[in-house]
């Protein structure tokens, strides 16, 4: 499975942003799906992740009710919906995939993008 990340860039506080991830291959719709994000000088955190089903999600506290995960998986299609933004949200964000349910840990998830970078002003 290959990722591809899009639709970061500069954003004002209180703005939205959609960030969208392209999957290839064809198992894409049985994958696990996750969104992490590494703010500079921090490690990678766990965001939100959705079940291969999409009915079942899972946020971090900080995220809640201000972020959405959904999928596509007609389109191999990832997105995170990030409403109310808060320079605390300033990162990378990267999405990952993995063939099991594997939760929130960063380092249970076999296959990466490359990052889409937001910044939010104050």
């Known amino acids: 499975v290959q990722l591809v990340e899009s639709g970061g860039g500069l954003v004002q506080a209180g703005g939205s942003r959609r960030l969208s991830c392209a999957a290839s291959?064809?198992?894409?719709?049985?994958?696990?799906m996750g969104w992490f994000r590494q703010a500079p000088g921090k490690e990678r955190e766990f965001v939100a992740i959705?079940?291969?089903?999409?009915?079942?999600?899972y946020y971090e506290d900080s995220v809640k009710g201000r972020f959405t995960i959904s999928r596509d998986n007609a389109k191999n299609m990832v997105y995170l919906h990030m409403n109310s933004l808060i320079p605390e949200d300033t990162a990378v964000y990267y999405c990952?995939?993995?063939?099991?349910?594997?939760?929130?840990?960063?380092?249970?998830?076999?296959?990466w993008g490359q990052g889409t970078r937001i910044t939010v002003s104050s």
């Open positions: 990952a995939a993995d063939p099991d349910w594997v939760g929130p840990e960063a380092g249970e998830y076999d296959y």
């Open positions: 291959g064809r198992t894409f719709s049985t994958y696990t």
């Open positions: 959705i079940d291969w089903t999409g009915g079942n999600t």
